[in-house]
């Protein structure tokens, strides 16, 4: 890790060739890489969206991730887990970044997305974050009608077409479309807690992304409206990639293919990654000792 | 027993005796003598209304708004001040409100974080509360003199809009900055624009705070004096202003120059066009409250 090269999100760096973002989803095969003495990390088989190679970030002199290297497969849902501040949530983050917005935010190695760094001098962050979209942890609708606040994130990224139809197909997608469908001018405020989260996924839905990134999307609400949102997680799963942060370990147990591990390995240090694998495997068979602690509940 | 006994107070009926009753008594007195600061301050917002209304209450007819200045006490009337008024007051705001806007949204949104930015947010603090004639020195140097507009309703809005845009633009800004956090996230992570975020959300968020402000600001500008006699707005005006470039006056300069005069009766309609003038204040001020509970609410 002192070897990797740091640098500033926006400073050139002369070592990124092609920026542009490819038109049509290519999929990176994968093959395991083998590092003598490498952690129990398992590369997932399928084609990735994301390739990350030693991540490391830094909110000003902390650091806040530190190496992770990982892959997230397309079309599966993959789960981060661990406990408060382990920096999952800063990971998440940095896939669509997100991070640009905190001052004095630094980047280092790469995250790669269908092989273009996100962190390239030449990536534009609306360029990156219209393809990936993002759902946070309290349902933040507009303050606007549910049809803006599905057909705004369309309009600005110029979508052409009947924007009705396409509001209702989001609507739709997002498993919301029956409890609004006679008053999509009411204000999106005006929902349940649950319904608002959907409206948020619904919106992100209609920029028609390739990615979303869901930021424990379910921490503020109830048990049933959480478990509406746990199936619209699979459904959604047939068409799109998606990376979630959860405090809740049944939950990503119950929607993910893939569970991702992360812990403050050291008092005060960075967050790492620990241990990635099969859902079912991390669970039932942890090959780290950490791993096994905390899904047991013996600490965080 | 012994432990009650050691800090005061009666186990029995749980009155306060002791160090609690002197805390409490203390409490007590605080409400009175902070009731008696406020009430020196209504009462004398009280004598002064019911002096004003006294004087002037008699002279408020429909004769009295829409007659010219006079020699004639009972002939005079505010006709020219209102419309004076009314004219310096639209191109003051045309001119204050897109200025404040755009320069809140540059400091709260676009600005860089450095020293730059915290010496001109200090600067702007401090021009709040520049004593208005400044502004009137600065717009006879600059507005009447070098730009040769002359005592003109141009050159008199061009100095009211620097007057209130200290206090335009950070009343803006804290509108801004009062729009959530989480609105410009959800507006960015779909891939929207800085500008777009802010044109979109930030802005439709922030308007009723940036309105509030303005509208406070404007009932100000309807009753400063002293910047506006500074340009040489201190005239008699006998006709309806037509032009940006007329000579004009305003209802707060026509009071002025009705209480300089000797004669009792000049007073009473000094009194009278205060009485109107608190009015239209008063009723901005609401205007201005209304705006800002029901967006509050929402």
């Known amino acids: 890790m002192d070897g990797t090269e740091m640098r500033e999100s926006k400073v050139t760096s002369p070592r990124l060739v092609d920026v542009r973002m490819p038109e049509v989803r290519t999929g990176e095969s994968l093959t395991p890489e083998t590092q003598p003495g490498a952690r129990p990390i398992i590369e997932p088989p399928e084609p990735a969206v994301f390739t990350l190679r030693n991540l490391n970030l830094w909110y000003g002199h902390k650091q806040a991730i530190s190496d992770v290297t990982m892959n997230f497969p397309a079309q599966r849902v993959a789960a981060l887990i661990g406990p408060s501040g382990c920096g999952k949530s800063t990971l998440l983050r940095c896939l669509n970044r997100m991070n640009d917005l905190i001052p004095g935010v630094r980047v280092s190695g790469q995250a790669n997305y269908h092989g273009v760094d996100v962190y390239a001098p030449k990536v534009d962050p609306v360029e990156v974050r219209r393809r990936i979209g993002m759902v946070f942890q309290k349902p933040n609708p507009f303050p606007k009608s549910i049809y803006e606040n599905v057909a705004f994130g369309a309009r600005v990224n110029g979508y052409r077409g009947g924007m009705a139809e396409h509001v209702e197909r989001s609507l739709r997608q997002a498993a919301l479309w029956d409890e609004v469908k006679d008053d999509l001018k009411k204000s999106g405020l005006a929902l349940s807690g649950g319904q608002q989260q959907r409206l948020c996924i619904a919106r992100a839905l209609a920029v028609q992304p390739d990615v979303i990134l869901m930021d424990e999307p379910c921490s503020a609400l109830d048990p049933i409206a959480t478990l509406k949102i746990e199936d619209l997680i699979r459904e959604l799963a047939q068409q799109f990639t998606i990376i979630i942060v959860t405090h809740n370990m049944q939950q990503a147990a119950r929607v993910s293919d893939y569970t991702a591990f992360m812990l403050l390995a050291h008092e005060g240090g960075p967050g790492e990654l620990i241990e990635y694998g099969h859902t079912n495997d991390v669970f039932t068979l942890p090959k780290d000792k950490r791993t096994e602690d905390y899904i047991t509940g013996r600490f965080g | ?298």
Do not use: C
Request: net charge neutral; no cysteine.
């Open chain 2, 1 to 298: 027993m012994a432990a009650t006994e050691a800090i005061g107070g009666d186990l029995d009926t749980l009155s306060a005796s002791g160090a609690v009753a002197r805390r409490q008594a203390v409490s007590r007195a605080s409400r009175y003598v902070l009731l008696a600061a406020t009430l020196i301050g209504v009462a004398v917002l009280a004598f002064l209304t019911y002096d004003t209304l006294d004087a002037g209450a008699s002279r408020i007819s429909w004769d009295f708004v829409t007659s010219y200045p006079s020699r004639f006490a009972d002939r005079a009337g505010l006709r020219s001040s209102i419309l004076g008024s009314a004219w310096i007051l639209v191109p003051t705001v045309a001119l204050a409100f897109p200025i404040s806007i755009s320069t809140a949204i540059w400091i709260e949104e676009f600005a860089p974080k450095n020293a730059l930015l915290t010496i001109v947010k200090l600067n702007l603090a401090n021009l709040a509360g520049v004593p208005s004639i400044i502004y009137g020195i600065l717009g006879l140097a600059l507005f009447v003199r070098f730009m040769e507009l002359g005592p003109s309703i141009l050159a008199g809005a061009f100095t009211l809009a620097l007057m209130i845009l200290p206090m335009t633009v950070i009343a803006s800004q804290e509108a801004i900055r009062q729009v959530p956090p989480s609105i410009r996230e959800g507006s960015l992570a779909l891939g929207a624009s800085h500008w777009q975020t802010v044109w979109n959300h930030v802005l439709p968020g922030a308007m009723p705070g940036i309105m509030t402000g303005i509208i406070l600001a404007v009932s100000r500008a309807i009753g400063e004096t002293a910047a506006l006699i500074m340009i040489g707005a201190f005239t008699f005006i006998a006709f309806d202003n037509t032009s940006l470039f007329d000579d004009f006056t305003t209802v707060p300069i026509q009071i002025y120059n009705w209480t300089i005069r000797p004669q009792e009766a000049f007073r009473q309609n000094a009194a009278g066009a205060i009485i109107l003038l608190m009015a239209a204040v008063l009723t901005l001020n609401l205007i201005a409250a209304i705006i800002r509970e029901r967006f509050r609410r929402e």
